[in-house]
């Protein structure tokens, strides 16, 4: 597993191999870079990361059609899990430290995204 922060150990290389193509739109200057890969099935996904605002786009597209778009704010990291599937991860951060969101995705065979929310600790009353 390898870690991409993206304000301080930013690896657009990693990405390139990740996505296993060149990104759609860079923008060095504004910390921005966005790739795009589509699926045997015609499904698309759009990942856009801004290193400086420290966040991420995701569109998902079915045969062109915009299916569901998910923005997320303040990413410290990325977890890339295996390149060969293009399976990677990132938390979003919460005030309260018991709850965890984790997105995972996975781009080959088939792109996947999986979101959750999950308490670390059982909440007592």
């Given amino acids: 597993m390898e870690t991409i922060k993206l304000q301080s150990d930013w690896d657009s290389l990693a990405l390139i191999e990740l996505f296993c193509t060149e990104p759609q739109t860079v923008r060095a200057q504004d910390g921005y870079w966005c790739y795009e890969v589509t699926d045997t099935s015609d499904t698309s996904l759009k990942f856009g990361v801004n290193t400086i605002a420290e966040s991420i786009q995701i569109e998902l597209k079915l045969a062109g059609e915009s299916k569901a778009i998910l923005s997320f704010e303040l990413i410290e ?38 979101c959750s929310t999950l308490s670390l600790s059982p909440q007592k009353n």
Avoid: C, M, W
């Fill in 77 to 114: 990291s990325i977890e890339i899990i295996d390149y060969h599937q293009g399976k990677f991860s990132f938390i979003v951060p919460r005030d309260n430290q018991a709850i965890k969101t984790v997105i995972n995705i996975e781009l080959r065979p088939k792109i996947q995204v999986h």
